[in-house]
């Protein structure tokens, strides 16, 4: 059954580094999401992305993230200068139209020291 | 706007009883509604959703949730607890917005299921 692959599982980074957090979305989609769960919240949306640009995104998604379709198959999530209150479990999803359901990865826990 | 509220953020059953998580949610629009649930470290698991059509929809696990326009509500159930039910489950709510739908999620609520 297709799904989606995010990698790593968990990175840990220090404070004030890059880090790009990656996803292989299901293969025929053409709508990719990003959202990110702080221990013990809720699930928050940060961005969407179709036809190679952002299509929505949240107070969130600031100018210290930014998202890329490098090639056919990866959608990325790069956070430049991390600061702790970052530190979440990230997920990537991906729907083959706007109103179906959106697939979600296992998610890549990020802590920031 | 929409947004999804999930009363109880934490709901205990014993095995065998009733399960009965509690969803409403705002929409200016008809909405897409979902719930998903996520077992400890994993991602986001689709249980059920209803788009359009019979407001009782069934899912995975013997899960099953109905959409009530009147009340708001997209309450899921089951009518009898297992050990392997013990997860959080999250309501979300989905509309037009800007061209695209884009899933907006409760708090999520805690199943702890007592032998």
């Known amino acids: 059954e297709p799904e989606v692959t995010q990698t790593p599982s968990h990175q840990v980074t220090q404070m004030g580094q890059e880090v790009i957090l990656r996803c292989v979305p299901i293969?025929?989609?053409?709508?990719f999401y990003w959202y990110r769960q702080i221990l013990g919240q809720k699930v928050e949306f940060l961005v969407s992305?179709?036809?190679?640009?952002?299509?929505?995104k949240s107070e969130i998604f600031d100018d210290q993230f930014s998202v890329e379709r490098p090639d056919g198959s990866n959608f990325t999530l790069k956070i430049r200068s991390t600061k702790l209150e970052d530190s979440a479990m990230y997920f990537c999803?991906?729907?083959?139209?706007?109103?179906?359901?959106?697939?979600f990865g296992q998610g890549t826990r990020l802590t920031v020291v | 706007a929409q947004s999804v509220t999930q009363l109880g953020s934490h709901v205990s059953v014993s095995e065998g009883a009733l399960v009965l998580l509690r969803c409403n949610y705002s929409?200016?629009?008809?909405?897409?509604l979902f719930w998903y649930v996520q077992y400890p470290n994993q991602g986001l698991q689709l249980l059920l959703k209803?788009?359009?059509?019979?407001?009782l929809v069934k899912g995975i696990n013997g899960f099953e949730a109905e959409f009530k326009k009147s009340e708001t509500s997209f309450h899921l159930t089951k009518p009898s607890a297992h050990m392997s039910d013990a997860a959080e489950y999250f309501c979300?709510?989905?509309?037009?917005?800007?061209?695209?739908?884009?899933?907006?999620f409760g708090r999520g609520t805690s199943l702890i299921v007592h032998p």
């Open positions: 999803a991906s729907s083959d139209q706007v109103n179906t359901e959106a697939f």
């Open positions: 293969s025929n989609h053409l709508y």
């Open positions: 992305f179709y036809n190679n640009e952002i299509s929505e």
């Open positions: 929409s200016s629009v008809p909405p897409y």
């Open positions: 209803y788009t359009t059509g019979a407001t």
């Open positions: 979300a709510v989905s509309t037009p917005s800007g061209g695209s739908y884009i899933p907006t």
